[in-house]
């Protein structure tokens, strides 16, 4: 084959507080599809970044050759000029323009700030002819589906004359015709000559049309492979994501172990969630679980595998558009339609996202932290704010927040002591049944160890935790069992004594056929 | 009327800077307090400063006796909308309408009254129904069916001044009933012997002044029992001080004319109410987490849906109130009142400290804006100044309170 078109090599990028990358090296050689992949927050999204731009020459280390020339790329359109386009996960369409204006959006055919009409509809038109797209151009972009909308992007990326492409999760929104078709152009498209980047952690897929693969580990490129050889089986590959155990600890804990015929704290049947605007896709296929007391219970899976999703959904609806299943409480059947419903029943649900969904960062940690229950400091509708001030500062102590009082607003806080006020606010709201949804993410580790502290000794208490994260270690330093999930359905139910990252990372990839 | 700006505990000091601020003595101590608490107490510096100005320019016309009185009776119809409005902007919303409704509420009570000859506090129940109910369908549309508050109640604007018009046919109804008409310019009742003062008054004032210093111990000791910072002795002794002095200048002028005007009584127990409704009740809370952060208010379990319903129906009252005040005042009903009110409501509101984005605001911050406003209003009328150039100061006025919100936040890093 050729030789190399891109090398990237030792890239470095530091965030505040953070090392994203900490020493990246990638090539990429003339026409061929390269697959980049490792586990959620391995970097591979941030060194896609550094690679178009987004993050500018200066703000990382290291050097990048595209066509043999160093680069200083000060934006996205200074790659785009050298022909490197990157579509990024979530698509950067318009919605209420059509696919021509979209195609054209930034560099419009046009003279003296008028639009040529003709030659954009026409070049357009000319443009959905190679991506395979029967639309017309113009169609409004809202109107036509996820997968469409897809080739758009590339079509967009085409008129760019684009020379090096990638793609990040290009299929993490699609199904699976649509999926299908998206990496057959990307077939086409390398006979045209173009060379591709396809992030991804779906193995089919990267079997499917990748040359090589390299993959990414805790900001570190750890190896290339070669994807047709024979020795690159899945196996191979997911070694190579999970790498060996990391230096996170744990506290001490003792397995749980299940009462013969206990009722479970809560079980969910059947569980079926349509995507909220595409009325086709179902992001939660027909999931039954159970939790029992005084269980960790682990959920698994990849970006886009629907446990955020079903988390929410399950707490009051508060995702998608419900399409069966019922929740039991104690054995028996709940509703949860509503938020205050699911409160009500005894669950918690502990978002992911704690700036936008779990605090309001403006207001005191004393209000962040009573808001779910404030009628367990008020009398007839009125606050004692005394009351409210000691149930702040028992958390405050209880939790270790670091913060100089209680009336400090949340935003100044570190992300580890907003995770903290964030369980809080949960664990005031007395709940039974917990459910924490990447409950260390983009916290140090320091503060790790004493959220998995408090999630242990809730265990002990009682209650029942359904633990969502995308760490592989963290669910196996934690957890008594772990379901695992992939587009929207369960892929396996494994028990702490069977659960290897292997295992479970060979469910998490697996992409329709369900086991048990 | 005292409770939010001082109530609240200011955050305490580095220790290094308390060290510095104790060698300067007590100004230093002032300085470092007031450095600490910008955001609270730089709108009620910044109306002192105006009304010293204003005294000055005035050669103490602005302070006396006839006019304090008057300017308060000129701009209580503004201070009970911003009070309404205050809320609705903590929720992360707007109302338009209010300008609107309050004109077309004056009507309604002109009609009732006037052509229909029902007793007025009969009409002053109606007049408040109507303003719930007109309050309650916006709230609807906004809360339940989802369509922006600015459309809606641009609509309502559009739709009550309309209303007013068909109601009174384009032509001034009045005049009231004498009951009706003390609500925009009654006084208390004088009772006891001659004193040359206003004796009700003075006793009001008293009894506050006793009220507030017995608050502030209170809160100081429950503070100190729960071991929360509290501010230096010799700054609280300082701040009660000039709490005090303030009530009393105030209470003094007053009772040196006419006495309380009614309305000042009403302002004052909606103040006291809201303010308390805003701080220590479920509901208001709720207010500034949905204002604050509307998925994780949801997410919490707060049913943001009927507090924004609530919060609408509330300033639909409050502008039915204020509608019956203007209508008293001018003891006619017209259908060009009300005009502009509404901006002028959302001006108080952001000079006292509220932000676009919601969930940010007080009660008495809004207060403190619509003086700053209104104080700005009748100084500039005793100078003469044209309406022309009234208006380019109090925009001015407008930008420079945001902007050195803006640029103090800024600064200060959050």
């Given at each position: 084959?050729?030789?190399?078109?891109?090398?990237?090599?030792?890239?470095?990028?530091?965030?505040?507080?953070?090392?994203?990358?900490?020493?990246?090296?990638?090539?990429?050689?003339?026409?061929?599809?390269?697959?980049?992949?490792?586990?959620?927050?391995?970097?591979?999204s941030?060194l896609?970044?550094?690679?178009?731009?987004?993050?500018?020459?200066?703000?990382?280390?290291?050097?990048?050759?595209?066509?043999?020339?160093?680069?200083?790329?000060?934006?996205?359109?200074?790659?785009?000029?050298?022909?490197?386009v990157?579509?990024?996960?979530?698509?950067?369409?318009?919605?209420?323009?059509?696919?021509?204006?979209?195609?054209?959006?930034?560099?419009?055919?046009?003279?003296?700030?008028?639009i040529?009409?003709?030659?954009?509809?026409?070049?357009?038109?000319?443009?959905?002819?190679r991506?395979?797209?029967?639309?017309?151009?113009?169609?409004?972009?809202?109107?036509?589906g996820?997968?469409?909308?897809?080739?758009?992007?590339?079509?967009?990326?085409?008129?760019?004359?684009?020379?090096?492409?990638?793609?990040?999760?290009?299929?993490a929104?699609?199904?699976?015709?649509?999926?299908?078709?998206?990496?057959?152009?990307?077939?086409?498209?390398?006979?045209?000559?173009?060379?591709?980047?396809?992030?991804s952690?779906?193995?089919?897929?990267?079997?499917?049309?990748?040359?090589?693969v390299?993959?990414?580990?805790?900001?570190?490129?750890?190896?290339?492979?070669?994807?047709?050889?024979?020795e690159?089986?899945?196996?191979?590959?997911?070694?190579?994501?999970?790498?060996?155990?990391?230096?996170?600890?744990?506290?001490?804990?003792?397995?749980?172990?299940?009462?013969?015929?206990?009722?479970?704290?809560?079980?969910?049947?059947?569980?079926?969630?349509?995507?909220?605007?595409?009325?086709?896709?179902?992001?939660?296929?027909?999931?039954?679980?159970?939790?029992?007391?005084?269980?960790?219970?682990?959920?698994?899976?990849?970006?886009?595998?629907?446990?955020?999703?079903?988390?929410?959904?399950?707490?009051?609806?508060?995702?998608?558009?419900?399409?069966?299943?019922?929740?039991?409480?104690?054995g028996?059947?709940?509703?949860?339609?509503?938020?205050?419903?699911?409160?009500?029943?005894g669950?918690?649900?502990?978002?992911?996202?704690?700036?936008?969904?779990?605090?309001?960062?403006?207001?005191?940690?004393?209000?962040?932290?009573s808001?779910?229950?404030?009628?367990?400091?008020?009398?007839?509708?009125?606050?004692?704010?005394?009351?409210?001030?000691?149930?702040?500062?028992?958390?405050?102590?209880?939790?270790?927040?670091?913060?100089?009082?209680?009336?400090?607003?949340?935003?100044?806080?570190?992300?580890?002591?907003?995770?903290k006020?964030v369980?809080?606010?949960?664990?005031?709201?007395?709940?039974?049944?917990?459910?924490?949804?990447?409950?260390?993410?983009?916290?140090?580790?320091?503060?790790?160890?004493?959220?998995?502290?408090?999630?242990?000794?809730?265990?002990?208490?009682?209650?029942?935790?359904?633990?969502?994260?995308?760490?592989?270690?963290?669910?196996?330093?934690?957890?008594?069992?772990?379901?695992?999930?992939?587009?929207?359905?369960?892929?396996?139910e494994?028990?702490?004594?069977?659960?290897?990252?292997?295992?479970?990372?060979?469910?998490?990839?697996?992409?329709?056929?369900?086991?048990? | 009327?005292?409770?939010?700006?001082?109530?609240?505990?200011?955050?305490?000091?580095?220790?290094?800077?308390?060290?510095?601020?104790?060698?300067?003595?007590?100004?230093?101590?002032?300085?470092?307090?007031?450095?600490?608490?910008?955001?609270?107490?730089?709108?009620?510096?910044?109306?002192?400063?105006?009304?010293?100005?204003?005294?000055?320019?005035?050669?103490?016309?602005?302070?006396?006796p006839?006019?304090?009185?008057?300017?308060?009776?000129?701009?209580?119809?503004?201070?009970?909308?911003?009070?309404?409005?205050?809320?609705?902007i903590?929720?992360?919303?707007?109302?338009?309408?209010?300008?609107?409704?309050?004109?077309?509420?004056?009507?309604?009570?002109?009609?009732?009254t006037?052509?229909?000859?029902?007793?007025?506090?009969?009409?002053?129940?109606?007049?408040?129904?109507?303003?719930?109910?007109?309050g309650?369908?916006?709230?609807?549309?906004?809360?339940?069916?989802?369509?922006?508050?600015?459309?809606?109640?641009?609509?309502?604007?559009?739709?009550?001044?309309?209303?007013?018009?068909?109601?009174?046919?384009?032509?001034?109804?009045g005049?009231?009933?004498e009951?009706?008409?003390?609500?925009?310019?009654?006084?208390?009742?004088?009772?006891?012997?001659?004193?040359?003062?206003?004796?009700?008054?003075?006793?009001?004032?008293f009894?506050?002044?006793?009220?507030?210093?017995?608050?502030?111990?209170?809160?100081?000791?429950?503070?100190?029992?729960?071991?929360?910072?509290?501010?230096?002795?010799?700054?609280?002794?300082?701040?009660?001080?000039?709490?005090v002095?303030a009530?009393?200048?105030?209470?003094?002028?007053?009772?040196?004319?006419?006495?309380?005007?009614?309305?000042?009584?009403?302002?004052?127990?909606?103040?006291?109410?809201?303010?308390?409704?805003?701080?220590?009740?479920?509901?208001?809370?709720?207010?500034?987490?949905?204002?604050?952060?509307?998925?994780?208010?949801?997410?919490?379990?707060?049913?943001?849906?009927?507090?924004?319903f609530?919060?609408?129906?509330?300033?639909?009252?409050?502008?039915?109130?204020?509608?019956?005040?203007?209508?008293?005042r001018?003891?006619?009903?017209?259908?060009?009142?009300?005009?502009?009110?509404?901006?002028e409501?959302?001006a108080?509101?952001?000079?006292?400290?509220a932000?676009?984005?919601?969930?940010?605001?007080?009660?008495?911050?809004?207060?403190?804006?619509?003086?700053?406003?209104?104080?700005?209003?009748?100084?500039?009328?005793?100078?003469?100044?044209?309406?022309?150039?009234?208006?380019?100061?109090?925009?001015?006025?407008?930008?420079?309170?945001?902007?050195?919100?803006?640029?103090?936040?800024?600064?200060?890093?959050?």
């Amino acid at each position: 084959m050729a030789g190399p078109v891109l090398e990237m090599r030792s890239i470095v990028k530091t965030f505040p507080g953070v090392k994203a990358l900490s020493d990246v090296t990638l090539t990429v050689r003339q026409g061929e599809v390269h697959a980049i992949c490792g586990e959620n927050g391995a970097g591979k999204s941030t060194l896609m970044k550094v690679l178009s731009g987004v993050h500018p020459y200066g703000s990382y280390e290291g050097d990048i050759l595209f066509e043999g020339e160093v680069c200083q790329f000060r934006d996205i359109r200074a790659s785009e000029q050298h022909g490197i386009v990157i579509i990024h996960q979530e698509l950067a369409l318009v919605p209420h323009l059509s696919i021509a204006e979209n195609l054209f959006l930034g560099n419009e055919h046009a003279r003296r700030g008028l639009i040529n009409w003709r030659e954009t509809l026409r070049h357009a038109t000319e443009l959905l002819r190679r991506v395979g797209l029967d639309e017309h151009p113009e169609t409004r972009v809202a109107d036509i589906g996820v997968g469409k909308q897809q080739l758009v992007e590339i079509a967009k990326a085409l008129s760019k004359q684009v020379k090096l492409l990638i793609l990040d999760e290009p299929t993490a929104a699609l199904n699976d015709e649509d999926s299908d078709k998206l990496l057959d152009l990307i077939l086409e498209l390398k006979n045209q000559g173009i060379t591709s980047i396809i992030i991804s952690h779906k193995l089919n897929e990267i079997r499917k049309v990748a040359d090589s693969v390299t993959i990414i580990r805790d900001g570190r490129s750890i190896e290339t492979l070669d994807v047709k050889a024979p020795e690159t089986t899945e196996e191979r590959i997911i070694a190579g994501m999970v790498g060996r155990d990391l230096d996170h600890r744990f506290p001490e804990r003792t397995p749980h172990q299940p009462e013969q015929g206990a009722t479970p704290a809560l079980e969910i049947r059947g569980w079926t969630v349509f995507h909220p605007v595409d009325q086709q896709r179902k992001v939660v296929d027909d999931v039954s679980l159970t939790v029992r007391r005084g269980e960790i219970v682990g959920i698994a899976g990849l970006m886009g595998a629907g446990r955020t999703e079903l988390a929410m959904s399950v707490f009051g609806r508060t995702y998608g558009r419900y399409a069966g299943g019922t929740v039991l409480k104690d054995g028996t059947q709940i509703r949860t339609r509503t938020v205050a419903e699911a409160i009500g029943h005894g669950i918690a649900y502990v978002t992911e996202d704690r700036k936008h969904y779990g605090l309001n960062l403006i207001d005191t940690i004393n209000r962040n932290i009573s808001l779910t229950a404030l009628h367990k400091v008020a009398k007839r509708g009125v606050v004692d704010e005394h009351e409210e001030r000691q149930v702040a500062e028992g958390f405050r102590t209880s939790m270790n927040i670091k913060a100089p009082t209680v009336f400090e607003p949340v935003g100044r806080l570190s992300g580890g002591n907003q995770q903290k006020v964030v369980l809080s606010k949960w664990i005031f709201a007395g709940p039974d049944v917990l459910i924490l949804d990447e409950p260390t993410r983009g916290i140090d580790v320091g503060a790790k160890y004493e959220i998995y502290t408090v999630i242990d000794q809730l265990a002990a208490q009682g209650k029942a935790v359904v633990f969502i994260s995308s760490e592989l270690p963290e669910l196996l330093g934690m957890c008594d069992r772990i379901y695992t999930m992939a587009a929207g359905r369960l892929t396996g139910e494994v028990p702490r004594a069977e659960a290897t990252q292997e295992v479970l990372m060979r469910h998490m990839t697996k992409d329709k056929e369900v086991t048990r | 009327m005292s409770t939010d700006v001082t109530a609240k505990s200011p955050a305490p000091a580095p220790p290094g800077r308390s060290g510095a601020a104790a060698d300067g003595g007590l100004l230093g101590l002032v300085l470092a307090g007031l450095r600490r608490n910008m955001r609270q107490y730089g709108m009620l510096i910044a109306l002192g400063l105006i009304v010293v100005l204003f005294a000055i320019w005035t050669d103490g016309d602005l302070l006396l006796p006839r006019n304090v009185s008057n300017l308060v009776l000129q701009n209580s119809y503004i201070l009970i909308l911003a009070i309404g409005m205050m809320l609705v902007i903590i929720a992360g919303h707007i109302d338009l309408s209010v300008g609107s409704l309050t004109a077309f509420t004056g009507a309604f009570a002109a009609v009732l009254t006037v052509q229909h000859g029902i007793s007025w506090p009969v009409a002053l129940v109606l007049c408040l129904l109507v303003g719930a109910a007109a309050g309650a369908v916006q709230g609807y549309l906004i809360a339940y069916l989802g369509i922006p508050s600015f459309i809606v109640t641009l609509a309502g604007m559009l739709l009550f001044r309309g209303l007013t018009e068909i109601l009174l046919k384009g032509q001034t109804l009045g005049p009231f009933p004498e009951g009706l008409q003390k609500l925009g310019n009654g006084f208390l009742p004088e009772v006891g012997p001659n004193t040359n003062y206003h004796n009700l008054t003075l006793l009001l004032g008293f009894v506050l002044i006793a009220a507030v210093v017995w608050q502030e111990f209170r809160d100081r000791r429950r503070q100190q029992e729960f071991s929360l910072d509290v501010l230096p002795t010799r700054l609280f002794l300082l701040k009660l001080t000039a709490l005090v002095a303030a009530i009393l200048v105030l209470t003094l002028l007053l009772a040196s004319y006419k006495g309380a005007p009614i309305v000042l009584i009403i302002l004052g127990a909606l103040v006291v109410g809201y303010g308390y409704v805003m701080r220590n009740a479920v509901f208001g809370r709720h207010i500034y987490a949905i204002g604050g952060n509307l998925p994780a208010a949801k997410l919490s379990g707060v049913k943001d849906k009927k507090v924004t319903f609530y919060v609408f129906l509330n300033m639909g009252v409050l502008a039915a109130l204020a509608g019956l005040v203007v209508a008293a005042r001018l003891n006619a009903a017209s259908p060009k009142a009300g005009v502009n009110f509404e901006l002028e409501a959302i001006a108080s509101s952001f000079i006292g400290g509220a932000s676009m984005s919601g969930g940010v605001g007080t009660v008495l911050g809004a207060i403190i804006g619509g003086l700053v406003l209104g104080v700005l209003n009748n100084g500039m009328n005793l100078l003469s100044v044209g309406t022309d150039w009234q208006q380019v100061i109090k925009g001015l006025a407008l930008l420079v309170a945001v902007g050195f919100d803006v640029w103090n936040k800024r600064k200060s890093g959050s």
